[in-house]
């Protein structure tokens, strides 16, 4: 499924852009682009399993969870 894989990177580069754009205003990790981010590396992670690159499925799972973890650190999640 080289489409999948190629649609997840293009998400990736997309949330870079997005953060990169909005560097110019604030330094900050905007949640935004660790959702991106993460749908990006969800269809890499699925690509990986149907191609049978569990290594790499695996570990852009964890890319995945830790990108989820500072997405809840950053408290875009938490009510304000």
């Known amino acids: ?3 999948l894989a190629l649609l997840g990177l ?3 580069v997309l949330a ?3 953060q990169l754009i909005r560097m110019k205003k604030t330094k900050e990790i905007m949640p935004c682009f660790i959702c991106l981010y993460v749908i990006g590396v969800i269809l890499l992670i699925v690509d990986g399993f149907i191609g049978d690159a569990t290594y790499l499925a695996l570990l852009n799972l964890l890319s995945a969870v830790v990108a989820l973890i500072v ?3 950053i408290g875009c ?3 304000k």
Do not use: A, D, E, Y
């Open 77 to 79: 999640c938490s009510k």
């Open 10 to 12: 293009g998400i990736v």
């Open 71 to 73: 997405l809840i650190r």
């Open 1 to 3: 499924m080289m489409q």
């Open 16 to 18: 870079w852009i997005v």
